[in-house]
């Protein structure tokens, strides 16, 4: 034990000095240090990922030889156990991202890779078995949620099952007869030392016998990744990755499970990956490969260096900015506009006007930016100095930016210069609001409360007096209007938290403040709460435009015309407002007289500011004034005095809404649409131009004269900005990328303490690694580890810009199981559907066709079936198209054909899992003979409350309903499933009696049997949320397995410059004692029931059958309530 600890001790020595020598650029005597993970080691071979290829290198070390080339990923190498074939997952025919691709082999030499697996997604390659089939693990064919282990020839390409559920990794024993494999486990999360419900754990199987699996050692940590060997004295033992003593080392316990040995050391650093020939363990610590010598406990690093060009680390240009556009602003004077694409500013005018981008470092990244009052600068939110603060830059691109702010503590989220160019508004994410004078650079906060999301629409007064925007209130969902004097130094509320408010709008002469909020309520439902599935009212359409008086004896512009105003007109007083035509009229003239002018004074006046009326606290609540537009779903609004803009959506989900503009004037005049398929828009502040980002795709931004419509030639009004190449520095903008991954997560993590991490320290600690990265992929391995730190769920780590090759055929399917047979592909079953949902039907069961179980499908399109090893691979681009289907019938003498359409792989899964789904509510339906129910919930997104909808209310007259959300991936929308499980029918209409239809409930529409729900391991996030009420409110019982433990939630609004992100945790889940639930722990269910691997591989489900016999007790206990016979009716007396 002396010995291993010292031999830790010089390993860990031995990586800090690695990674000191590794330097700023990765440089070595030979060749780059890079970032390594996924090794496999055969003899004197050692195959690793990096640079999102294969690499190989002899186990002494020294600089690696590049095996694949491929712009895609390839990982997860294994070596044959004859060391002449190398298996991997594969990108080669067109698969993007890293969930993406098929187990490939090629031999260890070189040569062309054979694809040998067709299930798209999910795949991982964890080894071969000695007669040289290749283990590995790919979504489940059942349908069930999960993935299964499998093998494949590689010689042939047969595939065939092992026999056992739910399995994330496995390997086989030398002779083939024991599988050692790992349930459950962290598959997307980053958490150093887990114990939720999802905790990985080791189980064996003899193949050779017909008995269960049973776990290979005590559950309590997680335990995974089995390599069987055999030692020099002939012992069988199993080696694995634990995390028992806190951080996750290799250990090994006989075949039996007994006899537990450590056999690595290290401190504050996880493996995290393994593979074994049966004579060294190759594993990932780090950034660095070692090498575990099993006979005598020896371990080391392994120095391994790159050779190559490296061309993901050259200078790129970003080929589709439409990808990455962010927020557009608009300058003083229209005559601008300021972009942000991936982090980069620049300002370009309409036509030929030069594009001038701004200085910035490489590593740097800018977020929402604004024009000053002038428009010869641009304030921004950057990163150049470690904190995301207020920069300045010379708008036409000249010069270098100037630092405004120094003392930030948390993320900036917004800015608003203001009008006169003495200060600059801006708020953090911890929802504070400052203010900065831009002379002195002094600033102050000056609201502490929490302000609306990370937007709070700072407007400005004209004179820059006072400050309007939207701070929450004390009830959630709704945030009030406030109004910050500067003058006073003091905030005021302008309306009440009953309704939720938005957009404030100062007219220019400073008489109002214009602004939204959700006041009207019409119901949209039908008749009341009657009606098939009706889950209650809607009110869709409920903002309204409203304005607020901001000095007493104003008229209101929209008040209709009478002889009090025009005495008051006759006597010298303000004028009525102008009729729409003369209005128009008068703005047609005043554009034209103005453009000249106005150029040359804008700029000055905008500077030193106008005069505006004081704003009179007295009595404004009371001065609130109606715009006549009917509600609707309004945003964005903005005027110039003379009429209103604002955004409509229409309520179809993915439609983007239209700008629509009204006249302030008494003449009753209509709202008209300027545009639909509206990005973004915005008033330029001298109020004479609107900018609008508009279309599917690539928006087209455009400046145009502020008005009710736009011109009819649209040519000089188009502001030329997709063909701008954005330059990054791959290295510089991954260092970028990993600090501010660190600073989100700092920033949005819902413990401010971090959960007592040394959050510095973590920075300290990865930081070094940063240099050795490669790759997109290996960056996001990098802040996978840093994030793991604080042990928290929800934690995944998204890459959106991977390298891939080409795209190829895309992968289709027929929607049903098949068997090899000597003359082609067997039917086993065709997936079910809705019966009454023809459209929902697979492939094989469309409307007309006649295909059976036991059909041979001979031929598709004239190609012989028997030929390949899968019946994909003569299905590759025919989504959606028709094929010749052959097929043969047992006593049939002569084939058939038929045309079928075959789904897309997405569609395919989707028919497999209804499959699984439809199998279980036959079982359900039958055992209780009608009386029972099933429902699967996949997730807790507005889809799953489609699927709530239909299945719920369709089965509402059961005796007992099961409410399965095993596997569920979570979402946001258990309240909704919980209120309606919540209600109760108290009293019952009856229609005329006897003679009429059976009493119907109020509540309408409730399930009056009882309630059980199904969980298990998988069970995440709002899924466990649902649980969790289920089981607190006292609606049923709760049976499984313990939940996963992602109880944190989160908004995803963390996103890094090329949209990816490191997710962070921030809404805790807390009791009404403020006790935390669910995070790390789970869910516990009231009856515990485990679905045994190989049983459950099957076809049994012992957790299915647990929730019918706990039904069948609950009902038999207390039956539901039943429908009532009416008494007598009293009878009128004479």
């Known amino acids: ?249 290799l250990w090994s316990v006989k075949a039996d499970g007994s006899d537990l040995r450590q056999l690595t050391h290290h401190r504050g650093w996880d493996i995290r990956d393994a593979a074994s020939d049966g004579q060294r363990i190759a594993y990932t610590l780090g950034a660095d490969v070692h090498l575990l010598e099993l006979a005598s406990g020896n371990e080391a690093p392994v120095a391994i260096t790159l050779g190559g060009d490296f061309d993901q680390q050259r200078e790129r240009f970003i080929a589709r900015p439409q990808d990455f556009l962010g927020p557009v602003a608009l300058a003083p004077d229209g005559q601008r506009v300021l972009l942000n694409v991936r982090g980069h500013l620049a300002t370009q005018g309409t036509g030929a006007w030069r594009r001038a981008e701004l200085p910035q470092p490489p590593d740097g990244r800018c977020r929402d930016g604004a024009f000053s009052a002038d428009g010869r600068s641009v304030f921004a939110m950057c990163d150049f100095s470690g904190e995301v603060e207020v920069w300045k830059f010379a708008a036409n691109g000249l010069g270098k930016p100037e630092q405004i702010t120094s003392d930030a503590q948390i993320l900036r989220t917004a800015l608003a210069p203001s009008p006169d160019g003495r200060w600059l508004a801006h708020t953090d994410k911890n929802g504070h609001l400052y203010l900065t004078e831009l002379r002195t650079r002094e600033t102050r906060r000056v609201d502490t409360g929490g302000l609306l999301h990370e937007d709070p629409e700072l407007r400005w007064s004209p004179d820059s007096k006072a400050l309007a925007f939207a701070r929450d209130g004390r009830v959630g969902e709704r945030a009030q209007l406030a109004l910050y004097l500067l003058g006073e130094n003091r905030m005021i509320a302008l309306n009440s938290e009953r309704y939720d408010n938005a957009a404030p709008a100062f007219s220019p002469d400073g008489h109002w403040l214009y602004f939204l909020s959700d006041r009207e309520f019409q119901t949209t439902a039908v008749g009341g709460p009657w009606g098939d599935r009706n889950m209650g009212p809607d009110f869709p359409r409920r903002t309204k435009i409203y304005a607020l008086a901001l000095q007493q004896g104003l008229r209101w512009p929209f008040a209709a015309p009478d002889e009090l105003a025009a005495a008051s007109a006759a006597a010298g007083k303000p004028a009525a407002p102008r009729p729409a035509a003369s209005a128009a009229a008068a703005d047609a003239k005043d554009a034209k007289a103005d453009d000249t002018d106005d150029k040359k004074k804008t700029a000055a006046t905008l500077a030193a500011g106008v005069r505006a009326p004081t704003i009179v606290e007295t009595g404004l609540a009371s001065r609130l004034y109606e715009v006549p537009l009917p509600a609707g779903d309004y945003s964005a609004l903005s005027t110039d005095g003379k009429r209103l803009w604002w955004l409509e959506s229409s309520g179809r989900p993915g439609a983007k809404p239209q700008l629509d503009t009204l006249a302030i004037d008494n003449q009753g005049g209509r709202p008209e649409a300027i545009s639909g398929e509206i990005d973004q828009y915005a008033l330029s502040a001298d109020t004479k131009k609107l900018l609008i980002a508009r279309g599917q795709g690539t928006p087209e931004i455009l400046v145009v004269d502020a008005g009710a419509r736009l011109p009819g030639d649209l040519e000089h009004a188009r502001v030329r900005w997709s063909d701008w190449q954005v330059a990054t520095e791959p290295r510089a903008e991954w260092r970028q990328m990993f600090n501010d991954a660190w600073r989100l997560h700092r920033d949005y993590f819902f413990d401010a303490q971090m959960r007592g991490v040394d959050w510095q320290a973590v920075r300290r600690k990865y930081e070094p690694l940063a240099a050795r990265v490669t790759d997109r992929a290996e960056l996001g391995d990098l802040m996978g580890q840093m994030s793991s730190e604080v042990g928290i769920l929800h934690s995944q780590i998204g890459l959106p810009d991977l390298r891939s090759g080409e795209p190829g055929p895309a992968q289709a399917a027929l929607g049903a199981r098949f068997t090899k047979q000597a003359e082609g592909w067997r039917l086993e079953h065709v997936y079910a559907t809705d019966p009454e949902r023809p459209d929902t039907a697979a492939p094989l069961a469309a409307p007309g066709l006649d295909f059976r179980a036991g059909d041979v499908i001979t031929s598709i399109n004239g190609r012989a079936t028997r030929e390949v090893a899968d019946l994909a691979e003569l299905l590759q681009g025919q989504a959606g198209h028709q094929v010749l289907v052959e097929y043969r019938r047992d006593g049939a003498a002569k084939p058939r054909q038929a045309i079928v359409t075959p789904v897309d792989a997405g569609r395919d899964a989707a028919l497999r899992y209804g499959d699984w789904v439809a199998e279980r509510a036959r079982r359900v339906d039958a055992a209780g003979q ?205």
């Open 1 to 249: 034990m002396r010995l291993a600890r010292r031999l830790a001790r010089i390993t860990h020595l031995a990586l800090a000095a690695t990674l000191a020598c590794s330097g700023v650029a990765g440089q070595a005597a030979d060749g780059v240090v890079g970032y390594y993970r996924m090794p496999a080691v055969h003899g004197a071979d050692l195959v690793f990922v990096a640079e999102g290829d294969l690499w190989s290198v002899g186990v002494a070390g020294g600089q690696a030889r590049q095996l694949t080339a491929h712009a895609g990923l390839e990982t997860s190498p294994a070596i044959s156990p004859d060391g002449r074939t190398l298996a991997f997952v594969g990108q080669y025919d067109g698969a993007k991202g890293p969930a993406f691709g098929d187990v490939y082999a090629m031999p260890l030499g070189g040569g062309v890779p054979k694809r040998l697996s067709w299930a798209g997604r999910g795949v991982r390659v964890w080894g071969f078995a000695a007669d040289g089939e290749i283990v590995y693990t790919a979504p489940s064919r059942s349908g069930q949620p999960g993935t299964q282990l499998y093998l494949v020839d590689p010689q042939t390409g047969v595939t065939r099952e092992l026999p056992v559920d739910q399995a994330s990794d496995g390997a086989l024993s030398a002779d083939g007869r024991w599988l050692y494999f790992t349930r459950h486990g962290l598959r997307g999360d980053n958490a150093r030392h887990y114990r939720g419900g999802a905790i990985a754990r080791l189980w064996a199987l003899d193949l050779q016998a017909s008995t269960e699996a049973q776990p290979l050692i005590p559950e309590g940590n997680n335990d995974r990744r089995p390599m069987p060997y055999r030692t020099a004295a002939g012992e069988d033992r199993v080696a694995f990755l634990s995390d028992r003593g806190g951080d996750c080392n």
């Open 930 to 1134: 009608g009386r029972l129910g099933y429902i699967h919930l996949n997730a807790m997104g507005p889809e799953d409350v489609d699927e709530f909808a239909r299945e719920f209310y369709a089965q509402i007259d059961r005796d007992g309903l099961i409410i399965d959300v095993r596997s569920n991936n979570g979402g946001n929308v258990d309240s909704w499933m919980l209120g309606t499980l919540l209600r109760r029918a108290w009293m019952f209409w009856q229609p005329r009696s006897p003679e009429g239809a059976p009493p119907a409930p109020n509540m309408q529409q409730v399930f009056r049997g009882r309630l059980v729900i199904l969980v298990n391991e998988e069970t995440y996030s709002d899924g466990e949320t649902f649980s969790e009420g289920f089981k607190r409110l006292g609606l049923g019982t709760v049976i499984g397995k313990r939940t996963s433990g992602a109880g944190v939630w989160l908004s995803d609004g963390n996103l890094l410059v090329d949209k990816g992100h490191a997710r962070a945790a921030e809404y805790a889940q807390l009791t009404p004692a403020g006790e935390q639930i669910i995070e790390g722990v789970g869910v516990t269910p009231d009856l515990v029931v485990e679905n045994p691997p190989r049983a459950t591989f099957a076809g049994q489900d012992a957790q299915l059958d647990a929730g019918i016999h706990e039904l069948e007790r609950l009902i038999a206990a207390q039956p539901p309530l039943p429908l009532p016979t009416p008494r007598p009716y009293p009878r009128q007396q004479p």
